[in-house]
Nanobody
Framework: QVQLVESGGGLVQAGDSLRLSCAASGGPVSTYTMGWFRQIPGKEREFVAGITWNGERTNYADAVKGRFTIDRVNSNSKLYLQMNSLKPEDTAAYYC???????????????????WGQGTQVTVSS
């Protein structure tokens, strides 16, 4: 059973940076597409960034392009999200996700991912 555990969230000021980590275990996780999503209470979970199994391709939501960077280190089954120039509107719970079904594209819909972490809260004050 795949398990995903996020860490690195916290309370920061606008303009600061944070680096989220996701530790994956329980299967050959390095061979699957992974992504980061975020969610505000009362709203749908939204795509933030995704990366193919080998890291060769990435995809970002327009709201974070140029500020966030997704990367992965398969040798230690870790996924990362470097968040720079944070804004108050980035405040949300951030979730790591893994798509078990093989895919060429990087899905942006949450229902395309089968495994999820418990989330880590990011709060950006103005």
């Amino acid at each position: 059973q795949v398990q995903l555990v996020e860490s690195g969230g916290g309370l920061v000021q606008a303009g600061d940076s944070l680096r989220l980590s996701c530790a994956a275990s329980g299967g050959p996780v390095s061979t699957y597409t992974m992504g980061w999503f975020r969610q505000i209470p009362g709203k749908e979970r939204e795509f933030v960034a995704g990366i193919t199994w080998n890291g060769e391709r990435t995809n970002y939501a327009d709201a974070v392009k140029g500020r966030f960077t997704i990367d992965r280190v398969n040798s230690n089954s870790k996924l990362y999200l470097q968040m720079n120039s944070l804004k108050p509107e980035d405040t949300a719970a951030y979730y790591c996700a893994l798509r078990w079904r093989l895919t060429v594209e990087i899905p942006i819909e949450s229902n395309e991912y089968e495994y999820w972490g418990q989330g880590t809260q990011v709060t950006v004050s103005s």
